[in-house]
């Protein structure tokens, strides 16, 4: 009863605000993205047409769409609800809000879905949020300048390598966490890219509901294990 009661409690003290200004601030933020399309059209009536843009967005859609089902999903275990809306709303998801969340959950051994790791989550997207924002101003200043200034060969490794050595190592974190979840999540990508030649939006979904399905499997053996 008393953990009911707490559960109840967080959901109306944390979920029901959040979720309250989430979607007002996600909202605002999107309307506020077609404001410079709107300024080029009200001050020097620029603007494509509709079959052109329709077109444009198609094209992106292609590419991206799979994103717009798979992100919230894969990402929501780690982000949490608070989470999820400050990190798509602040952009850089995967390169780094993920990571900030997933480094705050095990440094507070927090387990994913608790009240704990909603919370843990929350203060290491906020504190990934200001310090981003701070690093973005400092490199827009001094960035491309330090860029000029290398070798080609590491200017081209950083731009290259980056994201990849970001990603292979949220892997390896939660490799080490979950190791039998790890090899699926490895294996599923693997055999349909490589092996089937699927193309990378349709293995994208596969991949991801293929290992929430692995590990949803894996809980209900342990949890009969358990309960034997």
Known sequence: MVENKQEFDFTKVWNEPVIRIGWITVLLGSLFAFFPSLYLWITYKVFP????????????????????????????A?????GT????LSGNIG???????????????AESGTPEAEIA????IAGSIIT???????????????????????AEAFK?????????????????????VSIFGLAIPLFFLGVLKFPAWAVIPIAVFGTIGIS?????????????
Request: aromatic share 14%.
């Open 49 to 76: 047409p509709l079959p052109m843009a329709l077109k444009a967005w198609g094209l992106v859609a292609t590419a991206f769409g799979a994103f717009y089902v798979v992100e919230p999903i894969s990402y929501y």
């Open 78 to 82: 780690v982000l949490g609800l608070s």
């Open 85 to 88: 809306y400050m990190g798509f």
């Open 95 to 109: 390169n780094l809000r993920v990571p900030c969340a997933a480094m705050a959950l095990e440094v507070t051994e």
């Open 121 to 124: 989550a929350t203060l290491g």
């Open 132 to 154: 981003n924002l701070i690093g973005v101003t400092l490199a827009a200043i001094i960035g491309a300048a330090l860029i000029k200034i290398f070798p080609p060969v590491i």
């Open 160 to 180: 290259t390598y980056t994201v990849p050595a970001i990603f292979g190592a949220v892997f390896g974190q939660f490799a080490i966490r979950y190791p039998k």
């Open 216 to 228: 949803r499997l894996f809980y209900n053996q342990e949890k009969k294990h358990s309960q034997a």
